[in-house]
């Protein structure tokens, strides 16, 4: 069974996903890609062994960050969900 669109979603789930990744990393995070066909972003901060995994997902007419404890952002905006997950890591 296929998902309608099911590549362009993945398509398109992986370049917010790398747009984050980007972000983090500039944070002075590490990052790499996790799950089926790459569809997570694990995050982590170094020497501490804390991590955090962000998906993204289209919700309404956008996308959408989502991670633990409640966090969700709108993925055109990933230099604020960097900050934020940066502040989760603490």
């Not at 991670?67 to 900050?83: F, L, N, T, Y």
């Amino acid at each position: 069974m296929s998902v309608v669109g099911g590549r362009e979603i993945a398509e398109m789930r992986r370049r917010h996903l790398a747009a984050l990744a980007r972000e983090v990393e500039a944070r002075g995070l590490a990052w790499r890609f996790a799950g089926p066909g790459e569809s997570l972003l694990a995050v982590y901060a170094p020497g501490t062994g804390r991590h955090v995994i962000v998906l993204a997902t289209p919700c309404g007419d956008g996308w959408y960050y989502l991670w633990p404890a409640g966090g969700m952002a709108d993925a055109a905006r990933p230099g604020e969900v960097a900050d934020r997950v940066r502040t989760l890591l603490g």
